[in-house]
């Protein structure tokens, strides 16, 4: 019983949702096609809404109750005996045959409960729908109802306002714009479709094709493009004006054109930016800017290359030179090498992969490496052409026991190992400052290591004075440090030695080599027995040297005992008698000048002239006004503002011309000037003058202008009787 | 003869009636001569000859100079209401006369021998009837506004064009703005003084031609009070002939040559190579050999620019015809200092310097960059002498001027970058010493701020002895020649149309004047103002004594009649008598 009457509410659950659904799916076939034909997702999605509502409303669903569905199984299921409704009916109210043929009927109804079909037109509305569905869609693809509402609704954006430019009676109707249609192509290299747009202001590369389309509502007499200072007639071909241009720099256009009845028309001003072709960017990965390998070692470089540009990229390479040789006898070659992932041209981005193996570019030890990516756009006909910075490796040279920093490789590479005496003040004085914020430890430690500079130094000043003694006992200090005979040899770039600028032969230091612990500076010294009777300095050099090297005694003394703020003073006396000495070196080299003989004034200027001329010289300086016609444009303006004079044709000329001058400022600040250009532009081109425009015309003009300097000039002054008879006293006196 | 005090009313008649007088005193004599002179012949002659005047004065009816006694009060603009009352309360026979510009005020004042004036006063067109008046002047003063204003109508493009004036008990935060063409803001003062204020405006000319620019009164709220019109007349500048003369070349000369030739001024440069030779260069001019200095070449150029050492070197004939040529023809000459030698005298003129030590100089325009300059300053007090700025100086010879600077490597700038104080600099000094071409006319105008319908007066210079102007092209103006000045010539016209108008000389319309007629109720604080100064100075100068003045009144000719009547009667009454 229970069960006939869930078939029962089931199978009116299933009628209402069959009407719903056609009801939704004619309405959303409908919908379909709306927006198919009007592209207009909000026009569609209220018409949907529209006609469900329409639908719901007139076959109302609602309505349809368990009688309904009773009887329509009546007419249906034959078996039914035309007694479903008794399944409705409360059992306790039934007499005994009722319920008896209530039970029946339930069981038949479970029985034939497959056979409760209702009689819809889904499959029509389905058929229907798509045979709509389909045609809009064609109709959409191939454009056919287009020319009237589709892609010719002109955005409101985008809608052209003409001002007139005569003043035309008002029952005129001014003609209008009922399509405009403006393709960009630009050019072949760059792979790029033909793009249209119905939006005025242009934005294209340099060295597009811009073809504009205009169809009017009335038959026009002339239209005109005005691009910059041209004027370019628009050709009347398939119902509208078009007019083609190759778009080379940045400008001003306006529509201008004349109706059938003479009247003029001018639209606003509109920008036709041009932009250029950017050259590519590349980027290098994986690659340190110097790079240095041992002989022995790998000598391979591994980068990737990332190259992007605009609209795509024709070539790229590795340019490589190799350096052989120092000094005079260097040697470049230079190779152009590929990557080794394949390079497929005219893409937008690639990632490119190189391994550089130096030993496949037949470098030696001591040789250079200097290479970077070049590449290329597809621009035609001069490609934008972009590389990389430059790159270094170099082969470290096992032969040259001299550490090849500075001048070999452009940047100096000088570990940081050996500090002059400047750097050591420099040194100390930091770790006085940072003293509060370090650990007693590591400022103990610091000040011990700066100990160690300053004795370092001092060795290197003792090579020089020769102190047999002092030396000898020197180097076994530093072989007690750090097992190395001269651990500073290398690592020397001797700013503060005395020796600096080679006045002095270094040559002792090889006998030292040669000699072992023999006196380094036997082969110079006259009194052998004697180290005191060097000949290396002047006497004077000499005591000051040692005075210096004093000082650094005392300076690392203190250094040691962690007390660097005592050290300070010995240090600065040290650097200052170290520059005495540089100094006084330099002093011999000025000795070596050229001294010209006097000249004698009364000989001056006394020689043969016969065949020296005069010298003439004539030249018109042209004048360079910039603004010429912008500042007779706003005199003008100002009178026609004022006074109640006409327009004429020679003011319409110079407005234009000032306009052309103006819009050279506009393009570059478009927003500051725009709407001056466009007032000037209008009121170039019309027949009356309209005040606010000329005001605005006046205020853009003058702020355009640039302030100028007062200048000499020539000034006119009426002296008269009274002011001469003045001067004349005056001059009596 | 006549007694000034009386006169006839029919003064035309006197001659027929005289003799008509005399005819009837014969024919009343003979008739009484009965040949016997007794002693009523000589009564009744008397008797007659009286009666007969009498009818002759009866007649002619004699008038006679009679003192008048009225006291009117004159009412301008701006006069006070109480004040008016109070005078109505000591004096109630006064009468009122309402002031209108430009009204006949002789008339109506003629039986006035008392006038008090209040207001801000009359207009200076109309004070000249009130010159016999004794008046008495009742001032009312300006509450609020601009009451002093100073600016040129004419300026050179590249000029800093200054507006200056006086407020007067300004309001908290009103703001003055000056406005350029098409009303663009230029310049703004706020006005924060109590009583009075100093204010002044700036802007640079960018442009030649002729503009209104504004002057607006803003209040605390930013809201326009007043908006007035400044006119201004911008011209271009114009081209100098400059020729520069050096013994040897120099960057100042180089840097200045180039200046000036990028002006597009025509400058000759003679600079001495070696001996008798001579580099030449000639800028926007043709090539004209200049070798020696004589009368012909020197007349062209505006601006001779000698270093002290060529200058020099002139030989005594050079030296006479330059300086010949500065006296008579006006023409510069700029002395460029190539060492420290100015207490050196050269033939030509000489600069007074002291010494003071100094080798640095800042102008007070440029406060921030120093500029090298000689040790010393100058420091002539003489009348002919005129500073330019701290930097140089110049001295008027005739109609000419010698100038020179203390400045050195003034190129330096450029290198520097300063152009603008470069320009600056020698902008200055060029234009001072230059040649200032003499036309031959010059229009002027006392009145900067010009108003329709009301008298533009102006005044024109020139030798010529029958000079014409014509008013905006359409006719030409009377012109009274001054009574004092031989070359001045004074004119008035009446525009009847605001905006630009001209005046030109008919014979050279080179020589023009432009001036901008603007509607009566602009600047009227700084109008009333200036009318109060010119009225007080008028009414305190003017006679201050109370005038007597008189108008003449007809006799009273019943006495004459009576006469007449009584010496008829006598003379009918004398022969019945005798008869009796």
Known sequence: MKEARDILHNALAKWRLIRISEILLLSLALAICTYLLFLNLWVAVGFLIFIFTIGVLFIKPWKYSLSNICSHIDMTVLPMEHSTGLLLENEANLNVLSKIQQARISEKLRQHKRKIHFKNYLYPIIGFALVCIIAAWIMNITGVLQTKSGKNKIPQSDIVNFQVLDSVPKEIIAPKITEQNISIRYPSYTNEPVRSTSNMNLKVLEGSRITWNIKFDQTLKQALLKLGADSLEMAFKNDSY??????????????????????????????????????????????????????????????????????GISNAAI????????????????????????????????????????????MEPGDELYFYVEAMDNKQPKPNVSRTETYFSVIKDTVSDLFAVEGSLGADLMPD?????????IDTEKLLKE???????????????????????????????????????????????????????????????????????????????????????????HNHENPEASTLFAQSLKSKLKQAMAEMWDAELYLRLFEPEKSLPYQYKALKLIQEIKNSARIYVHR????????????????????????????????????????????????????????TKEDRLLLDKAGNELARLAIEEPSKYLETLQAIKWLSESEYLDVARIKIAIKGLYSALPPKDILPSAQQKYNSELTNLFIEALNVE | MWNSEINFEHVEWVPAISISGFLLLVVFLWKEWKGVHNRSFYINSFIGFISILSLGLLMLSPTMMKEVKGEAVLLTAGYAEEQLDSLYKSNGRLTTINYTP???????????????????????YDLWQLERQQVEFIPTEISEGIVKLDFTQNAMVGEDWTVEGLYRNPREKTKLVLQGPGREDLDSVLLTERNSQNFSLKANLKVKGKFVYKLQIKDSTGIVIENESLPLVVEAKKVLKILLVNEFPSFETKYLKNFLAEQGHEVVVKTKLTVQKYKFEYFNTDKVAIYALNTDSLYEFDLIVFDDKSLNNLSRSEQSILAKSVLENGMGVFVQQTEDSFQGKNALVEFETIRDNQTTLQLTNWPKNTLEKFPVQYSDTGLLGIPIGNFAFSIKKGKGQYGSTILKNTYQLILDGNESQYREIWSRIITEISRKSEPSGFLKSSNDLAYLNEPYDFSFFTKDSSP?????????????????????WHGTTYPKKMGWHSLVSEKDSSIYSNFYIMDGKEWNTLVNARTLRSNKRFFSLSNSKPVIKKIPQILDRIWFFMVFLLGMTYLWLETKLRNL
């Not at chain 2, 009204?103 to 006063?121: A, E, H, I, K, P």
């Not at chain 2, 014509?470 to 012109?479: A, F, I, T």
């Open chain 1, 242 to 311: 078009s007019r083609t241009i190759t778009a080379d720099y940045s400008n001003f256009y306006s529509i201008k054109f004349t109706d059938s009845e003479n009247h003029g028309y001018l639209s606003d001003l509109f920008s036709l930016e041009t932009f250029g072709d950017e050259p590519p960017v590349i980027a290098l990965k994986g690659l340190k800017q110097f790079s240095s390998f041992e002989f022995d070692g790998p000598q391979q470089l591994e980068f990737t290359t990332i190259l992007d540009d605009d609209f």
């Open chain 1, 319 to 362: 340019i490589a030179t190799v350096s052989k040789g120092t000094g005079e006898s260097v040697k470049f070659r230079e190779e152009r090498l590929s990557f080794d992932t394949k390079f497929s041209p005219n893409n937008k981005s690639q990632e490119l992969k190189k391994i550089l193996n130096l030993r496949d570019l037949k």
């Open chain 1, 417 to 425: 190992y050996f500090r002059s005496q400047r750097q050591l003040i």
């Open chain 1, 435 to 525: 003293k509060p914020s370090i650990k007693k430890q590591e400022f103990n430690s610091r000040s011990n290591e700066l100990g160690f500079d300053q004795k370092a130094l001092r060795i290197k000043y003792g090579e020089f004075m020769g102190d047999e003694t002092e030396a000898g006992s020197i180097t076994m200090g530093v072989e007690e440090e750090t097992g190395d005979t001269d651990p500073l040899a290398d690592y020397t770039h001797d700013h503060d030695g005395a020796n600096e600028h080679n006045l002095v032969d270094e040559e002792h230091e090889g006998h030292e080599d040669e000699e072992g612990d023999e006196d380094p500076l036997e082969a110079y010294v």
């Open chain 1, 592 to 647: 070596i000048g050229f001294d010209p003989p006097p000249i004698k004034e009364d000989k001056r200027l006394t020689g043969e002239l016969d065949e020296i001329g005069n010298f003439t010289k004539n030249e018109f300086i042209e004048q360079k006004e910039l603004y010429p016609n912008m500042e007779e444009a706003l005199a003008r303006l100002e009178m026609l503002w004022i006074t109640e004079e006409k327009i």
């Open chain 2, 102 to 124: 430009g009204m006949d005020l002789l008339t109506q004042l003629d039986s006035v021998n008392q006038l008090l004036v209040m207001g801000y006063g009359i207009k200076d």
């Open chain 2, 468 to 488: 014409m102007i014509v008013y905006k092209e359409l006719y030409q103006l009377p012109l009274i020649k001054d009574v004092v000045m031989v070359d001045e």
